[in-house]
């Protein structure tokens, strides 16, 4: 037996297809093979949450709900993991206290048993009603810090070891079981990686636990150095849905650490069957993986640090434009951007929010078009930036906006208004069921649209 087991979370069900596959994985490919994983021996599986919940609404005509209901019948074993935007639930802006306890009641009910919770700005404030509810539903709670740069390597006046220390400690003393390093871009070096678990070894009494992806290549190594450190848990995909802008996979890891401290007991037999089945899937899913390079890595992510996901919205949005040589002049732009806003973490929905605003600002000027969501961050909406934001573009962008001229400083859940008396409203006559009102609540635009096909409605 190993002296420290290593805490393995499978992501292969939610991160894996999410990375590789614009999470078009359907419900009926995962469940062949969820008792199979569910034996494997994984602490947990991510399943739900990120982008699967809009994926599913918009694109996969399937109930986001139901798949947690099938998934948990076939997995009893397992502890089943969701990613929750903090108050921006699985949605793109903070929601109102009533929609987040409802949210997370219901999906506790309904089989998820670890919540990792982290918020785009890194501002604890978004964690309150998030982790109150999870600790009244008798849930684990994973609190997550998004781990960002300002250059190639931790340190700087904004991200360095004591801006991540001081966050962890204020989230372990506002109750979080355990503690996510969210490393979104693959961008934590081996070294990095290994002096801040061993800082935050130093001073925090709950678990740590390691999100990376494979996309700069760092993230086998940043891996193995994290375990070196200390680590308590780390994220891995099985092999056919690994590597790539996805997870280091757990198969090499396995062999890797056989016969040391953190040796990890898993069949590799069993999970090479896995992986078959994984394999002959994948044919149905190959039109939404990034085909445009040979490389295995993307170099790129090193230099300017923009997630995949992000660029491949940025292309989305420059073809539509008819901009797509502009491409370059956005990448040099972002920089730009992100200072301007406070240098907020890429992931999202600051990453799209960013990202938009700069090809805005290259297309048609600096600031002179403004999405209503930059509008919204400037005034405080999605909370307090890791740096002070530029003066006086936050003027420009806010004069004569709706909500006043003049940022809040309140959490900003203050001051939103509960929005489930006006979702039950919008749904009467079509359905009282609360995974329903709730998917309304979150997406009134496509998830009314997705309600109404749900129920035959026109």
């Not at 921006?88 to 409802?102: P, T």
């Not at 509810?133 to 740069?149: E, P, V």
Request: hydrophobic share 40%; aromatic share 8%.
């Amino acid at each position: 037996m190993a002296e420290a087991p290593l805490r393995i979370t499978d992501v292969t069900l939610r991160d894996g297809h999410q990375s590789l596959f614009a999470t078009r994985m359907r419900t009926e490919d995962m469940l062949p093979i969820a008792e199979k994983i569910d034996s494997v021996g994984f602490y947990s599986c991510e399943v739900w949450g990120g982008a699967t919940f809009d994926v599913m609404t918009r694109f996969l005509h399937e109930d986001p709900w139901e798949r947690i209901r099938l998934l948990r019948e076939r997995m009893k074993k397992t502890k089943l993991q969701m990613l929750l935007r903090g108050q921006n639930l699985v949605g793109y802006r903070n929601y109102a206290d009533d929609v987040v306890e409802a949210f997370i009641e219901k999906a506790s009910e309904l089989g998820i048993d670890i919540f990792r919770v982290f918020d785009a700005l890194n501002d604890e404030r978004n964690f309150i009603t998030c982790f109150k509810t999870i600790k009244r539903c008798g849930k684990h709670i994973q609190g997550t810090i998004c781990y960002s740069l300002t250059g190639e390597r931790l340190g700087g006046p904004i991200f360095n070891l004591d801006y991540y220390v001081r966050k962890a400690k204020i989230i372990e003393e506002m109750g979080a079981d355990s503690l996510c390093i969210k490393d979104m871009a693959g961008i934590i070096s081996p070294y990095d990686a290994y002096e801040l678990v061993s800082a935050l070894k130093k001073e925090l009494k709950i678990p740590i636990h390691l999100h990376t992806h494979f996309t700069s290549g760092m993230g086998c190594m940043s891996i193995l150095k994290a375990i070196e450190a200390g680590v308590d848990g780390v994220d891995t995909a099985i092999a056919p849905f690994a590597l790539r802008s996805s997870h280091p996979a757990i198969e090499p890891l396995i062999v890797t650490l056989k016969n040391t401290s953190r040796e990890i007991n898993m069949d590799l037999d069993l999970l090479s069957e896995i992986g078959d089945y994984l394999e002959s899937i994948i044919p149905k899913y190959v039109a939404f993986a990034d085909t445009t390079r040979f490389s295995v890595i993307d170099i790129g992510v090193l230099i300017h640090q923009i997630p995949g996901g992000m660029i491949s919205n940025l292309v989305s949005q420059l073809k539509q434009m008819k901009a797509l040589h502009r491409l370059r002049e956005v990448f040099e732009e972002i920089p730009k951007t992100r200072e301007d806003m406070g240098f907020p973490p890429l992931v999202t929905p600051t990453s799209q929010i960013v990202g938009s605003q700069a090809v805005f600002n290259v297309l048609a000027g600096r600031y002179k078009m403004v999405s209503k969501e930059v509008k919204d961050y400037f005034f405080g909406l999605y909370g307090k930036p890791p740096a002070p934001v530029n003066e006086d573009v936050r003027k420009m962008v806010l004069k004569g906006y709706e909500r006043g001229e003049t940022p809040i400083t309140c959490r900003p859940a203050d001051i939103l208004e509960p929005e489930l008396p006006k979702a039950k409203e919008a749904l009467k006559g079509i359905s009282d069921k609360m995974e329903d009102i709730l998917t309304y609540a979150i997406y009134p635009v496509t998830g009314l649209e997705f309600i109404k096909k749900k129920y035959g409605v026109e």
